[in-house]
């Protein structure tokens, strides 16, 4: 009874966290994308696969980045009673995606108004997404079962506005508008103005480091979409991502669960009880795999089954299914490790160790996919990702070796 009172707070902001984060990502794997598989051609329903990629790779880079800084970053604001700068970051980057942005997606939809709408779209999501942590911050997780909820609504009314009108580039922007309307009444966004304090600098500076690192971190998320399209074309992507979609909830709930310990990491004191963190993430990488793994492989084949059943009689598929379901497994750990290497490691480690993945992730896929086709390149993804955790369990290792020489010093 002690232990779990001890950690009852922990437990139940991991449950919430992950409740809020799990309404959001059924609204888009449960219902926006199979009832869209059902109304639309797959030209529509692979544009919008490869819509929402982009829009969580940019948007998990700079609105969650920034809000993760702002729970390592919030100890050194309350001891300067100071509060600003975030609004004034997330002004500027929303400023410079706006402008690299809109040119890029003017020449990939061949629509101004299309891109007018994915350019807002993006920029409201940053709102979104920064506001969670903030709710995390503030330990009001009730908000992000709210908002997240709104969410849900807003996908069942888009879709609706879509059977009559067809419009694609609206299927995204309006349960971000609502969220975004929402999120300024429930965060200080609007209340910390554009302050500019004399942490700024280092804030940046940490935003920019951590910025690159889950640039690279998300990208090993979406990679895949970006590069079958060309590869394969938009059948053979609607069935990836119906299998994969399915599989991959595990890798998505994992984020919110990754953020919480990234807040409790950044608060941990004490060279004991840092030490034997590191020990713990070392250990549980294994059990977490082989659990993920063995999870997904039947939850997938059943969701496939009642949400895309048209694609059980695919090639190969029952080989898919289980390769996908190893990929997202390995992400798991993956995504857990690095919340935990945020605090212990340099960026500049763990960017090394992305590019370590994406150099084999493009030599084995270029080989595999043309001998085996689809399941060649997630056979690629198995070993990229593998060789990314091996690195960081490396990486932890060090790090809990030299936490340990360190502690043999002091006692000197």
């Known amino acids: 009874m002690e232990l779990i009172k001890k950690y009852k707070p922990y437990i139940l902001d991991l449950f919430l966290n992950t409740i809020g984060f799990a309404i959001y990502i059924a609204s888009q794997h ?10 639309a051609d797959e030209t529509i329903y692979s544009s919008v696969v490869l819509y929402i990629s982009i829009l969580n790779l940019i948007c998990s880079t700079t609105g969650g980045t920034l809000g993760n800084v702002r729970l390592i970053k919030n100890s050194d604001y309350e001891e300067k009673h100071t509060l600003g700068d975030f609004t004034r970051i997330l002004l500027v980057s929303s400023i410079i995606i706006a402008v690299i942005g809109f040119p890029i997606t003017v020449y990939i939809t061949k629509s101004f ?3 007018i709408f994915l350019i807002l779209t993006i920029l409201i999501s940053n709102v979104r ?17 709210i ?10 009314l888009t879709l609706s506005i879509f059977y009559f009108l067809k419009k694609t580039y609206l299927l995204l922007f309006i349960p971000e508008l609502l969220c975004f309307i929402y999120s300024l009444k ?52 609607a069935v990836y991502f119906a299998v994969n979609s399915m599989s991959n909830l595990f890798n998505l709930v994992t984020t ?3 953020t919480v310990i990234l807040s409790w990491v950044s608060n941990v004191k004490g ?79 763990l960017v090394i160790a992305y590019f370590i993945y994406f150099i084999v992730l493009i030599i084995a896929s270029y080989f595999l996919s043309r001998k085996i086709d689809l399941i060649g390149f997630t056979i690629a993804n198995i070993i990229s990702k593998t060789v ?21 010093k002091n006692e000197f």
């Open 129 to 145: 997404l920064y506001s969670t942590c903030y709710y995390r911050l503030e330990n009001k997780y009730n908000k992000v079962i």
């Open 30 to 39: 449960l219902i926006l994308l199979p009832i869209l598989d059902k109304i």
């Open 256 to 258: 919110p669960i990754s």
């Open 186 to 237: 429930s965060c200080d966004l609007l209340k910390m103005k554009l302050t500019k304090t004399v942490e700024m600098i280092s804030t940046v500076k940490d935003f920019i480091k951590i910025g690159v690192v889950s640039f690279f971190a998300n990208l090993t998320s979406y990679f895949d979409r970006f590069v079958i399209y060309p590869m394969f074309g938009a059948t053979s992507l």
């Open 113 to 115: 108004i299309e891109s």
């Open 271 to 349: 060279e004991n009880t840092k030490n034997k963190i590191l020990k713990l993430t070392i250990l549980a990488n294994v059990p977490i795999v082989l659990f993920v793994t063995i999870v997904a492989i039947p939850v997938t084949y059943i969701a496939l089954a009642i949400l895309y059943n048209q694609y059980l009689s695919a090639d190969n598929i029952t080989i898919l299914i289980i390769t996908t379901s190893m990929v997202t497994a390995i992400g798991v750990a993956v995504s857990l490790v690095k919340s935990v290497l945020l605090k212990f490691c340099s960026a500049n480690k």
């Open 147 to 156: 908002q997240n909820s709104i969410y849900f609504g807003g996908v069942i």
């Open 388 to 408: 990314l955790l091996l690195c960081f369990i490396v990486m932890l290792i060090n790090s809990k070796s030299k936490m340990e020489n360190e502690g043999e």
